[in-house]
């Protein structure tokens, strides 16, 4: 069975602080994909990744970077947090075949207080 | 730019009524459409996709979609709506302009009554 993990359901931190979202999938994907998740605006990609260490950025970006150093591994950072980047944060994985077949992990709230 | 747009923020049905979640898309394109649907605290689950086969493509759980051309629609069915069915759901666009990247509509919180 298909299986995306994420580290953490539920993170708070302060403002300024680094902050690090963990992602694992089990089955070999090559795509990996980072979205945020915000009431009335449905889902915006902030990064995605296509291989071990290749990044694109997406819609929003700004604030966020990521890295991918082994292939079932993606991780989202947020360099200094802010309370404007409190949400809802959506990891995804999907097949080099089928890019857009995307398999989701349960999702990390975080709140920047 | 392709776009999705989901024309209901809240539906409410009672149980065992049907369901009818609406989504129009802009495209330049023959587009690839997706649903997805969310249950509360769990990731998106892909529920059904369109990619220029048949118009009308069934899904998990008793849903459908068709794809109408002429309308720019891609509205999501069910004939007999269930408790379980409570989620929100997701239209997605296929965007070839852009890389090819994905694109979310707002989303469409469902309610069921009982």
């Known amino acids: 069975d298909v299986k995306v993990t994420q580290s953490s359901r539920y993170l708070v931190k302060r403002t300024g602080e680094k902050v690090f979202l963990e992602c694992v999938q089990d089955?070999?994907?090559?795509?990996m994909f980072w979205y945020r998740q915000d009431p009335g605006l449905g889902l915006r990609l902030i990064y995605f990744?296509?291989?071990?260490?290749?990044?694109e950025k997406g819609d929003i970006p700004e604030g966020y970077s990521v890295s991918r150093e082994k292939k079932e591994r993606f991780s989202l950072i947020l360099e200094s947090a802010s309370t404007n980047q409190t949400s809802m944060y959506l990891c995804?994985?999907?097949?080099?075949?089928?890019?857009?077949?995307?398999?989701f992990g349960p999702g990390t709230r975080l709140t920047v207080t | 730019a392709q776009s999705v747009t989901q024309l209901d923020s809240h539906v409410s049905v009672s149980e065992g009524t049907p369901v009818l979640l609406r989504c129009n898309y802009s495209?330049?394109?023959?587009?690839?459409l997706f649903w997805y649907v969310q249950h509360p605290n769990k990731g998106l689950q892909l529920l059904l996709k369109?990619?220029?086969?048949?118009?009308l493509v069934k899904g998990i759980n008793g849903f459908e979609a068709e794809f109408k051309k002429s309308e720019t629609s891609f509205h999501l069915t069910k004939p007999s709506a269930h408790m379980s069915d409570a989620a929100e759901y997701f239209c997605?666009?296929?965007?070839?302009?852009?890389?090819?990247?994905?694109?979310f509509g707002k989303g469409t919180r469902l309610h069921i009554l009982p």
């Open positions: 995804a994985s999907s097949d080099l075949t089928d890019l857009y077949e995307q398999y």
């Open positions: 089955m070999d994907h090559e795509n």
């Open positions: 990744s296509y291989d071990v260490k290749m990044k």
């Open positions: 495209s330049s394109y023959s587009p690839s």
């Open positions: 369109y990619t220029s086969a048949a118009t």
């Open positions: 997605v666009v296929r965007d070839m302009n852009r890389d090819d990247k994905i694109i």
